[in-house]
């Protein structure tokens, strides 16, 4: 079974530009993460998707972060414009279970988007 | 809102057993998850945790306590390869899933 994949996997860009990240869950999983991970902290979650509406995004900034998920499969993250603070390592994860199945919702994530923003 | 503490770095023997805890204090709650995260790589799932007790895996094992707000992760026989950062995660209302900053354990020879 193929994870989940993101691309890509390094970026270097100034501040102030744009960037976009993305990301394909495994197939069949209906929850999609976006977190970010600075060096040193536990991943932070910035938007969860439920098939391709939005559950939570109360941690995003949402005045230069947005995030999609067309069709309920692949998601795309962007950054405009970027800031210094934004370098992070970019996660994003899905898992199978679907809110209200009572199951545990185990995520599986894929290596990251590592992004320095000088 | 959520708040998960755990210990910031540990340092611990090969073959000896390391603990590591966590509090946490959260609105609404479903289980409690263990991540290993090795140096430059992506969390990997240790283990979930909805009632209360221990549940064992092989050389791992993760125990909760609900009405204290309490976990741990017991890691037995260590070895060199289990250096690496052990987040605790809360599944709250939701399924929203919020992470503890990590604990960063060394095993030394």
């Known amino acids: 079974e193929a994870g989940v994949a993101q691309s890509p996997r390094y970026k270097i860009i100034e501040k102030r530009q744009s960037v976009a990240f993305w990301c394909n869950p495994i197939?069949?999983?209906?929850?999609l993460y976006w977190y970010q991970q600075i060096l040193g902290q536990g991943p932070k979650l910035l938007i969860q998707?439920?098939?391709?509406?939005?559950?939570?995004d109360s941690q995003l900034p949402k005045d230069r972060f947005s995030a999609e998920r067309l069709k309920g499969v692949d998601s795309t993250l962007k950054i405009q414009p970027a800031k210094l603070e934004d370098s992070a390592v970019y996660l994003c994860?899905?898992?199978?279970?679907?809110?209200?199945?009572?199951?545990?919702?185990?995520?599986?994530f894929g290596p990251g988007t590592r992004l320095t923003v000088l | 809102g959520q708040n998960i503490d755990q210990p910031t770095e540990m340092t611990a023997t090969e073959g000896a057993i390391v603990q590591i805890n966590c509090t946490y204090q959260?609105?609404?709650?479903?289980?409690l998850f263990w991540y290993q995260q090795h140096a430059g790589e992506a969390p990997t799932f240790l283990s979930y945790?909805?009632?209360?007790g221990l549940e064992e895996k092989g050389r791992f094992s993760s125990f909760l306590s609900r009405s204290k707000g309490y976990s741990y992760l017991l890691l037995k026989e260590l070895q060199m390869k289990d250096s690496a950062s052990y987040l605790c995660?809360?599944?709250?209302?939701?399924?929203?899933?919020?992470f503890g900053t990590g604990t960063k354990l060394q095993v030394i020879p």
């Open positions: 995660a809360v599944s709250g209302g939701y399924q929203k899933v919020t």
């Open positions: 945790n909805v009632l209360d």
């Open positions: 998707f439920q098939n391709n509406g939005v559950v939570d």
């Open positions: 959260t609105s609404g709650f479903n289980g």
């Open positions: 197939s069949g999983h209906a929850t």
């Open positions: 994860a899905s898992s199978l279970d679907e809110i209200g199945r009572g199951a545990h919702n185990e995520q599986f």
